[in-house]
C-alpha cells in the first residue's frame, strides 16, 4: 500500500509540473502575438532613399602624367687614381669629402724624387745610345771604303793574271810567273770577302744601335710621363667623395684617391612596366623623348626640375621586370645624385575622356548613373589611366550622365537616391505641419502614450509636445495608427 501511494503522488506531481509548464508557454504565446499585432500597426513601410555625391561626366582631351619613382644620377663621375706610388707632397685644400674642385686643378702631388732619377737615368741612356749609332754609322761608312778598295785590288790582280797569261802564250813569259798571279788574285778575293764580312758587322752594329736608340727614347717618354703622373689633375669641375688620402700620406700605384662627381650634369634613372614602356614607343617602336617633371619633396619644400627622356637599358636585368629609363635634367637646382625623386612623364593626350574619383569606379570597370526618378543605374566606364587618387575613364557610355562619387553597399542598381551636387545650395528643410487638437482628442492620445510601452525619453519629450496648442501633425498620425485609428 505504501508503494501504490507514493506512485501515485508523483503522478500528481508530474500532472501539476506539466499544467504549470503549459500555462506558462500560453502566456508568453500571447503575449508575443500581442506585442507583434502592436508593432505591426506601429512602422509604417516607407522606401529608404540614400543621399550620395554625384558628378556631372563632360568629355575631353587629357593629358595623362605617368607617375614613377627613380634615383638621381651623375653623368660625369670619375675615378681618381694615382699612377704612381709615393708620399703625397701637395694637396689640394679641398681635398676632403664635399670639397669642390675646378677642372685643372691640381689635386695632389707625390714626391717626385724618383721619378726624376729615372728620368735622368733615361736621358743619360738616351745620350749614349745617340753615342753609338754616331759610332756604327762611322764604321758603316769606313767598312764600304775597305770593301771598295779591296775590290779595286782584287780587280789590278785579275788583270796582272790575265797579261801573265798573254805573256806566256806568246812564249815570253814564265809558268811561274802566271801561278804567281794566281795566287795574288786569290788573296784580294779572300780580302773582298773578309772586307764584304766586316761591312755585314758594320750595319748589323748600326742596326743594333738604332733599335737601343729607339728603346732608349721610349724610356725617356716613360720616365717624363711617369713624372708628369706624379701630379694628379681635376679634368673637370666637380665634388669631391670618398677622399682616403692626406698630405704626407703614401699611396700605392693605381690606389684610389677620391672620387669626382659633376653635380651639375645629373640624370634620372627610373624604371616603367612593360605596360608602361608600350606607351612611351613610337609607331616604329623607337623610344619617345617624352618631356618630364622630376620632384623631391624636401619637408614640404618641392624641388622640381624638368628633363627629357634620352635612353633606355639594353637588357632587363637579372631578377627585374618592365625596363630602365634614363633622362637628362635641366637645370637640377638643389638636387644630388642620389635623391630618391618622383618622376611624371607626360604622356600623349587621350580625347573622349573624363577625370573621376578613383572611389566611383567598380572592380569591374563600371560606374552607377543617375537615371529616371533619381534611381541608379550602372554603366560601362573603362578606366584607361590612374592619376594619383583619381583614374581617366572612357566618357563615351556617361557623357551628359551625372556619376556616383562614392560606392558604398549601400548603393546598387535601382537604389532611389538623393543626389548632392557640388556647388548646390542646400535646401533647407520645411517646417513641420502643425494641427489644433480638441481636449477629448488630446486626452484619448495622452492617455495611450502614458500606458504605452514605449521608452521614458521618447514618453516624456512626446508628452512635452502634446502639452502645446499646437501639435505637430505628423507625431499625431503616428500616434493614431498605433491606436488603431
Same mark, same amino acid.
Given at each position: 500500500m505504501r508503494f501504490l501511494g507514493r506512485s501515485l503522488l508523483g503522478i500528481f &506531481?508530474? !500532472?501539476m509540473t506539466i499544467a504549470i509548464l503549459a500555462v506558462a508557454v500560453n502566456t508568453v504565446r500571447t503575449a508575443v502575438e500581442a506585442r507583434m499585432a502592436d508593432d505591426g500597426r506601429s512602422f509604417p513601410r516607407r522606401e529608404r532613399v540614400v543621399a550620395v555625391n554625384v558628378i556631372a561626366v563632360e568629355p575631353s582631351v587629357i593629358t595623362p602624367q605617368m607617375q614613377v619613382f627613380g634615383? &638621381?644620377? !651623375?653623368?660625369?663621375?670619375?675615378?681618381?687614381?694615382?699612377?704612381?706610388?709615393?708620399?703625397?707632397?701637395?694637396?689640394?685644400?679641398?681635398?676632403?669629402d664635399g670639397g669642390r674642385v675646378a677642372g685643372g686643378d691640381l689635386i695632389l702631388s707625390i714626391d717626385p724624387t724618383?721619378?726624376?732619377?729615372?728620368?735622368?737615368?733615361?736621358q743619360a741612356d738616351l745620350a749614349d745610345a745617340e753615342a753609338e749609332l754616331r759610332d756604327a754609322d762611322r764604321a758603316l761608312a769606313l767598312g764600304a771604303d775597305e770593301l771598295a778598295a779591296a775590290e779595286e785590288q782584287a780587280e789590278l790582280r785579275q788583270q796582272a793574271l790575265v797579261r801573265s797569261r798573254d805573256l806566256l802564250d806568246r812564249g815570253t813569259g814564265t809558268a811561274a810567273a802566271v801561278e804567281t798571279a794566281e795566287l795574288a788574285v786569290s788573296s784580294a778575293n779572300a780580302a773582298v770577302l773578309s772586307r764584304r764580312q766586316s761591312l755585314a758587322q758594320a750595319e748589323s752594329r748600326a742596326d743594333l744601335a738604332r733599335t737601343r736608340l729607339d728603346r732608349a727614347r721610349i724610356a725617356l717618354d716613360e720616365a717624363e710621363r711617369t713624372l708628369a703622373e706624379t701630379e694628379v689633375f681635376a679634368p673637370f669641375s666637380g665634388t669631391l667623395s670618398g677622399v682616403n688620402v692626406g698630405l704626407g700620406g703614401r699611396l700605392n700605384a693605381n690606389e684610389q684617391i677620391a672620387q669626382l662627381v659633376d653635380p651639375d650634369a645629373l640624370e634620372v634613372a627610373f624604371r616603367v612596366s612593360t605596360r608602361q614602356y608600350a606607351r612611351l614607343i613610337d609607331e616604329g617602336g623607337q623610344l619617345r623623348n617624352a618631356a618630364l617633371t622630376v620632384t623631391l619633396d624636401a619637408d614640404g619644400v618641392d624641388?622640381?626640375?624638368?628633363?627629357?627622356?634620352?635612353?633606355?637599358?639594353?637588357?632587363?636585368?637579372?631578377?627585374?621586370?618592365?625596363?630602365l629609363l634614363f633622362a637628362t635634367l635641366e637645370t637640377p637646382r638643389g638636387f644630388r645624385p642620389g635623391d630618391f625623386v618622383t618622376v611624371s612623364v607626360t604622356e600623349d593626350p587621350l580625347s573622349g575622356v573624363a577625370l573621376l574619383p578613383a572611389t566611383a569606379v567598380a572592380a569591374d570597370g563600371t560606374v552607377l548613373v543617375l537615371g529616371p526618378e533619381d534611381r541608379l543605374e550602372r554603366r560601362p566606364a573603362a578606366v584607361l589611366r590612374t592619376q594619383g587618387d583619381d583614374v581617366i575613364v572612357d566618357a563615351r557610355a556617361i557623357a551628359g550622365r551625372e556619376v556616383v562619387a562614392e560606392l558604398s553597399p549601400l548603393l546598387g542598381e535601382g537604389i532611389k537616391v538623393a543626389p548632392n551636387r557640388p556647388g548646390a545650395a542646400r535646401e533647407e528643410p520645411a517646417p513641420p505641419q502643425m494641427i489644433t487638437l480638441d481636449p477629448d482628442r488630446k486626452a484619448r492620445i495622452v492617455a495611450f502614450v502614458t500606458d504605452s510601452r514605449m521608452p521614458e525619453d521618447a514618453k516624456a519629450?512626446?508628452?512635452?509636445?502634446?502639452?502645446?496648442?499646437?501639435?505637430?501633425?505628423?507625431v499625431v498620425a503616428r500616434i493614431e495608427s498605433r491606436m488603431g485609428g
Open positions: &506531481l508530474l !500532472s634615383t &638621381l644620377r !651623375s653623368e660625369r663621375v670619375l675615378d681618381l687614381r694615382a699612377a704612381v706610388g709615393g708620399t703625397v707632397a701637395t694637396a689640394h685644400p679641398a681635398l676632403a724618383d721619378a726624376q732619377a729615372a728620368l735622368l737615368r733615361a624641388l622640381t626640375a624638368s628633363g627629357t627622356i634620352t635612353r633606355e637599358s639594353a637588357e632587363v636585368g637579372e631578377g627585374q621586370t618592365g625596363r519629450r512626446i508628452l512635452s509636445q502634446l502639452e502645446g496648442d499646437e501639435v505637430p501633425a505628423e
